[in-house]
Nanobody, 118 residues
């Protein structure tokens, strides 16, 4: 079973920056698509950003131009650089891995809290 461990969350003022990291227990290249999702209190878990092994990215409209996803396959780590943070970015952020072969396997981290104060 793949394990994903997030780190880097915390409390930051609006306009500040944070970088989240997600360390995987096995090769993220072999996993495939890696991404970040977030869940605010009382809301559903939503996509933030994804990145394929080829480097193609997809972002939620609300974070475009402010967040950047990247991956280091050699370190089996995925990052989310978050700039110009807003109070509405406050949520638990989850790392996600999606492996597609004969069937699709989805992996989740335990989440890391990001709180943006106004």
């Amino acid at each position: 079973q793949v394990q994903l461990v997030e780190s880097g969350g915390g409390l930051v003022q609006a306009g500040g920056s944070l970088r989240l990291s997600c360390a995987a227990s096995e090769s993220i290249f072999s996993i495939g698509v890696m991404g970040w999702y977030r869940q605010a209190p009382g809301k559903q878990r939503d996509l933030v950003a994804t990145m394929t092994t080829g480097g193609s990215t997809n972002y939620a409209d609300s974070v475009k131009g402010r967040f950047t996803i990247s991956r280091d396959n050699a370190k089996n780590t995925v990052y989310l650089q978050m700039n110009n943070l807003k109070p509405e970015d406050t949520a638990v952020y989850y790392c996600n891995g999606r492996r597609t072969s004969v069937r699709t396997y989805v992996y989740w981290g335990q989440g890391t809290q990001v709180t943006v104060s106004s």
